[in-house]
């Protein structure tokens, strides 16, 4: 989920750059380094908003989990 995450978001931001380019004749450059750091933000995201959820869920009881729902 990360992974597409990612992978979408660099491909809308590097076709807005080009659209904004395109319509509003504003020099847009996509670097390399920001498809880096944005590609890191997801990742850390993507990893620490799923492991945290599963490390505390794996803790419960389960039958006391489910009693709950």
């Known amino acids: 989920m990360s992974f597409i995450g ?3 978001g660099i491909l809308l931001g590097t076709e807005i750059a080009a659209l904004i380019t395109l319509f509003a004749g504003w020099s847009v450059k996509v670097s390399l380094f920001s498809v880096l750091l944005a590609t890191f933000f997801s990742l850390s995201v993507g990893i620490v908003f799923g492991i945290w959820p ?3 869920a794996s ?3 389960p ?3 489910l009693r709950y729902e």
């Open 54 to 56: 599963a490390k505390k």
């Open 6 to 8: 990612r992978v979408s």
């Open 63 to 65: 039958i006391e989990a």
């Open 59 to 61: 803790q419960l009881d």
